[in-house]
C-alpha cells in the first residue's frame, strides 16, 4: 500500500504537515508500528530548575575590597508547548515551541566594614527569573511502539528582573543614619538550549506523557570590564562569568487526530507535480563568511571628538530546519536556522589633547557571536532537481561590544576596558538556490542574506552645561547596523525523494464541506492602544507618570492549519509595522528649573502563536490564539533647562521587548474560493520594562524617591486577508 508523508511548518519558529489535498504526496511504504506518532499536539507541563550565573563584580577598589558576585538560583516552573512530529519508520523527527512561567530566585551578598570612619557598605546582586521560552528541533526512535526517546536543541529565552541594592551606614552629623538603593532592572537574554526526554502514549490513546532534561546557555549576561594602570596601582577586574539553567520537568499532550494506526483505505486525490518532490521535513548545515558595518557614532568629548563606525568581517556557521510544501513547480516553505559566528572589528582610535600633558584615546570594537533567523521561503522549479527561492524574516544576533580607554598623563598610564553582551532584533531578506544531489534526499544550497538590525546606539544631541565653562553642544548618532552573508549548506530530506503522481494518495479525515487545512500568506492592518503606567521620580520634584499611545499597524502573517472535522488546529507568525506613539502626560519641572518630556514610538511588533478554533457554519472559524510576542520601540527622553536658558538636552534609546499575547478572531472562506478574510483582536503584555530606583535613608534631609515599574500593555484590532495554497474543497473521505 503506498502512503503519503505529511509534514508541516515552523511558524517563525515551527514547521507543519501538509494536507494530503494541498501538498505533492510521495507513494511511500508504510511503516509497522502500532501507534502512529506524527502530527499537532498541545500540551501543559511543570517541573523544577536550577540556575548558575558565575559573575564577579568588584564594588570598591583595594585595600578596603568588596567584591559580589556568584547567584546560584532555583525554584519552580510551569507552562504549556506546542509541536509536530513527523514519523519515519521507528524514527521521529519533529519541531517544538513552549513557553513558561517560572520563579526561580537567587542572590549574593556582600558586607565592608571600616570601623576607622566608621561605616559599613551591605550589597546584593539577585536574579529573578519571570519566563523560560524556547522553539526547538527533536528527533526521537521509538524502541518499543508506545515509547519515544528523543534528543532535542534549538533557540532558548529567558525574562529575569535584575536587583541591585547597596545599604550604607556612617555618622551623619554626628548622628548615625543610613542610605539603601534599589535598582530594578528587567532584561531579556537568548541563547541556546539542548536535551533529552521521554514520551510514552497512555492507554495507546491520544494522551501522552513525558518527563524531559533541558540545558539553557546564555553566555556571559554580565558586563566584563577591567582597570589597569601602568605602574600598577588599585588594579580591578569584573568577571562576566556564564550563565546557565538547567530544568527538570513532566508533562501531559494532546496529539490530534487518530493516534493508532490503521490501514490506508482513504483516499484523497493530491496534484502534479514536476519531476521531483521538494515537498517534506529537512535538517542540514551550513557554512560561509559575513560583512557587518555598525554606523553609528560616539560622542567622546566636549570638544567634538567622535569614535563609531564599526565594521567587521568573518565566519559563519550552523544548522537548520524546514519544511517545504510543493504545488507543481511553486515551493512555498519555513525555516529556522542558528549560526555561530566570529565577525570581528573595530573603530577608529582618535587621540585627544585633555591639556595639561594629559592624552587619551578611545577604542569600540564589536564581536558578532551568534546569528538566528526564523523565515519563510517562496520558490520556483525551473527544472525538476534545481529550486531558485526568495525568503525573508525575522532575525536575531548576540554581539560583545567593548570600549577601549587609554590615558596617559604624569608618566601614569590607565587604560580600562569594558565589554557587553547585547541581543539585537530586525529583518533579514535574502535569495538562494537548491539542488538535489543525485536524486537523492541530500540537497545542497547556495543563499545570501542580508540582515537589518536598524538603530539600535542610544542617540543624543543637544547643549550641556560644564561648569565654569560655557555650554557645549554634543551629537551622537545611533546609526544604522546591517550584516551580509554568503553561505552554502547541505540538507538532509525525510522521505521519499522521487517524485508523487497526480494519481497518488493518502489517507485523509472526514471534513466540514470547505477545507481549512493548509498553509496560507497574507496581510493585514488595524488600531492599536498602547498603555505604560509607570511612574519615574527625578528628583526635585520632577516625576513622569505614565505614557499612552495609539496609532496603526499593517504587516502580514503566515500559517498552517490542521481540521479535524470541524476543529481547526494551526500555528501563526506575524510580523507588523506601526506608527503607535504617545508621550508623557504632561510637562514637569524640577525646582522651576527644568522641564523634559518621555515619548515613546512602537516601530514593529511580532507574534509567534498557536491557534485553535472552530467552524460552526462551513465558511466560517471562530478562534482564540495566543504565544509569545515582541516589539521594538524607542524612548526618546527631552529636557530643557531654564537656568541658563536654552540648554537642551535629547536622549533616544531604541529597545526590544519580550512577553506574551493573547486573543480571538474570526475567519470566512470569500466567495468559497481560496482567500480567506479575517477579523481579530490581540492583547500584547509586555510586563515591567522599566528599570526602577529606590532610595531610602533615615537622615531626615536626604531625599527619598520611589519609582514605579509599572506595566506596559497593547491592544490591537486589526482585519486581513490570507490566501490558503492547494485544493479548497472538501476532503472526500472514501472506503
Not at 126 to 154: C, E, F, H, M, Q
Not at 689 to 700: K, Q
Not at 708 to 729: E, L, P
Request: proline content about 4%.
Amino acid at each position: 500500500m503506498k502512503k503519503l508523508l505529511l509534514a508541516a511548518p515552523l511558524l517563525g519558529i515551527s514547521v507543519v504537515s501538509a494536507s494530503a489535498a494541498d501538498i505533492a504526496a510521495v507513494p511511500l511504504k508504510s511503516p509497522v508500528v502500532m501507534n502512529s506518532w506524527a502530527g499537532f499536539y498541545l500540551g501543559a507541563h511543570g517541573g523544577y530548575g536550577w540556575g548558575d550565573n558565575s559573575f564577579l563584580t568588584v564594588l570598591s577598589p583595594a585595600p578596603n575590597l568588596l567584591t559580589v558576585g556568584g547567584i546560584a538560583s532555583k525554584g519552580a516552573l510551569y507552562g504549556g508547548h506546542a509541536g509536530y512530529n513527523w514519523q519515519f519508520g521507528r524514527a521521529v523527527a519533529g519541531v517544538e515551541l513552549d513557553l513558561s512561567a517560572a520563579d526561580i530566585k537567587g542572590s549574593s551578598t556582600a558586607f565592608l566594614s571600616l570601623p576607622a570612619i566608621p561605616a559599613s557598605l551591605l550589597a546584593q546582586r539577585a536574579d529573578d527569573i519571570k519566563y523560560l521560552g524556547s522553539a526547538r528541533a527533536r528527533l526521537g526512535w521509538l524502541p518499543t511502539d508506545n515509547v519515544l526517546l528523543y534528543g532535542t536543541a534549538g533557540l532558548g529565552w529567558e525574562k529575569v528582573e535584575r536587583t541591585e541594592g547597596q545599604t550604607q551606614t556612617g555618622l551623619v552629623g554626628g548622628l548615625p543614619a543610613s542610605v539603601s538603593q534599589t535598582f530594578r532592572s528587567p532584561i531579556d537574554h537568548f541563547g541556546w538550549v539542548a536535551g533529552a526526554g521521554a514520551e510514552v502514549a497512555l492507554w495507546n490513546s491520544n494522551w501522552i506523557a513525558r518527563a524531559e532534561y533541558l540545558h539553557y546557555d546564555f553566555g556571559s549576561t554580565e558586563a566584563t570590564s577591567s582597570f589597569v594602570t601602568t605602574p600598577a596601582s588599585n588594579n580591578r577586574i569584573d568577571q562576566g562569568g556564564r550563565q546557565t539553567l538547567d530544568t527538570v520537568r513532566a508533562g501531559l499532550s494532546y496529539k490530534f487526530g487518530v493516534f493508532g494506526a490503521s490501514p490506508a483505505i482513504a483516499y484523497a486525490k493530491a496534484p502534479s507535480s514536476s519531476s521531483s518532490s521538494w515537498a517534506g521535513f529537512y535538517l542540514g548545515v551550513h557554512g560561509g563568511y559575513g560583512w557587518a558595518n555598525d554606523r553609528f557614532s560616539t560622542a567622546v568629548s566636549t570638544t567634538g571628538h567622535t569614535v563609531g563606525s564599526v565594521k567587521s568581517a568573518g565566519w559563519v556557521a550552523g544548522g537548520q530546519v524546514g519544511h517545504n510544501w510543493q504545488f507543481d513547480r511553486v515551493v512555498a516553505g519555513l525555516e529556522l536556522d542558528l549560526s555561530g559566528a566570529g565577525l570581528d572589528g573595530r573603530s577608529s582610535s582618535p587621540v585627544i589633547n585633555n591639556g595639561g600633558g594629559s592624552t587619551e584615546t578611545i577604542q569600540f570594537s564589536e564581536r558578532v557571536k551568534y546569528l538566528g533567523t526564523a523565515r519563510g521561503r517562496l520558490g520556483w522549479l525551473p527544472t525538476g532537481n534545481v529550486l531558485l527561492y526568495g525568503t525573508a524574516g525575522l532575525a536575531w544576533e548576540r554581539l560583545d561590544q567593548t570600549t577601549t580607554d587609554a590615558t596617559t598623563a604624569a608618566g601614569v598610564t590607565t587604560t580600562s576596558f569594558s565589554t557587553s553582551p547585547v541581543d539585537r532584533f530586525g529583518w533579514v531578506a535574502g535569495a538562494g538556490a537548491e539542488s538535489l544531489l543525485f536524486g537523492t534526499n541530500w540537497v545542497a544550497r547556495v543563499e545570501y542574506l542580508h540582515y537589518d538590525f536598524g538603530r539600535n546606539a542610544t542617540a543624543v544631541s543637544g547643549t550641556f552645561n560644564f561648569p565654569p565653562t560655557s555650554a557645549v553642544t554634543i551629537t551622537s548618532t545611533a546609526g544604522h547596523q546591517t550584516i551580509d552573508v554568503v553561505r552554502a549548506g547541505l540538507s538532509y530530506k525525510f522521505g521519499d525523494p522521487a517524485a508523487a503522481s497526480s494519481v497518488a494518495y493518502a489517507k485523509a479525515p472526514r471534513m466540514a464541506a470547505l477545507n481549512w487545512s493548509g498553509f496560507y500568506l497574507g496581510v493585514h492592518g488595524g488600531h492599536a492602544w498602547a498603555d505604560n503606567n509607570f511612574s519615574n521620580d527625578q528628583g526635585g520634584g520632577q516625576r513622569f507618570e505614565g505614557i499612552t499611545s495609539k496609532g496603526w499597524v499593517g504587516g502580514g502573517q503566515a500559517g498552517y492549519n490542521w481540521q479535524f472535522g470541524r476543529a481547526v488546529a494551526g500555528l501563526e507568525a506575524d510580523f507588523s509595522v506601526t506608527g503607535i506613539k504617545g508621550d508623557s502626560s504632561s510637562p514637569v519641572t524640577n525646582a522651576g528649573l527644568r522641564t523634559g518630556t518621555l515619548a515613546d514610538d512602537v516601530k514593529y511588533l511580532g507574534t509567534a502563536r498557536g491557534r485553535l478554533g472552530w467552524s460552526p457554519l462551513d465558511n466560517l472559524l471562530v478562534y482564540g490564539t495566543g504565544g509569545l510576542a515582541w516589539e521594538k520601540i524607542t524612548r526618546t527622553s527631552t529636557f530643557v533647562d531654564r537656568n541658563p536658558p536654552g540648554a537642551t538636552n535629547t536622549f533616544v534609546n531604541p529597545n526590544d521587548h519580550f512577553g506574551w499575547v493573547a486573543g480571538v478572531g474570526a475567519e470566512t472562506m470569500l466567495w468559497n474560493s481560496n482567500w480567506i478574510g479575517r477579523l481579530e483582536y490581540l492583547h500584547y503584555d509586555f510586563g515591567t520594562i522599566e528599570g526602577t530606583v529606590t532610595s531610602i535613608s533615615t537622615n531626615p534631609a536626604a531625599t527619598v524617591a520611589t519609582d514605579r515599574g509599572g506595566r506596559q500593555t497593547i491592544d490591537v484590532v486589526r482585519a486581513g486577508v490570507s490566501y490558503k495554497f492547494g485544493d479548497n474543497g472538501a476532503v472526500v473521505a472514501k472506503y
